[in-house]
Nanobody, 125 residues
Framework: VQLQASGGGLVQAGGSLRLSCAASGYTFDDVTIGWFRQAPGKEREFVAGINWSGGSTVYADSVKGRFTISRADAKNAVYLQMNSLTPEDTAIYYC???????????????????WGKGTLVTVSS
């Protein structure tokens, strides 16, 4: 499985960015795609997740109402639309995949098997 995140950049506080995660090389019956981020000096944290087949989504409390995760089946891509960005959103953003989905719980970060290289998002104040 190959994942490639893109779309990062420098944006002013209050601005928006859309990150893309291009996925290829998997033949699983189902897959969960997650976005994570890691700020300088901080641990990696979960941002948002989406179930590929059913479209269920989940968000970290810190981004609810500001970020939206979506998928484009034809492009095998997952997007993260980020609005109302703040300097606290500055981080390297990664997309990751795991080959299962459960309606009862979402995968923990340690359970994601495949990780792409990150894309840097910098929000200036």
């Amino acid at each position: 499985v190959q994942l490639q995140a893109s779309g990062g950049g420098l944006v002013q506080a209050g601005g928006s960015l859309r990150l893309s995660c291009a996925a290829s090389g998997y033949t699983f019956d189902d897959v969960t795609i997650g976005w994570f981020r890691q700020a300088p000096g901080k641990e990696r944290e979960f941002v948002a997740g989406i179930n590929w087949s059913g479209g269920s989504t989940v968000y970290a409390d810190s981004v609810k109402g500001r970020f939206t995760i979506s998928r484009a089946d034809a492009k095998n891509a997952v997007y993260l639309q980020m609005n109302s960005l703040t300097p606290e959103d500055t981080a390297i953003y990664y997309c990751a995949a795991v080959s299962w989905f459960s309606s009862s719980r979402w995968p923990t970060s340690d359970e994601y098997d495949y990780w792409g290289k990150g894309t840097l998002v910098t929000v200036s104040s």
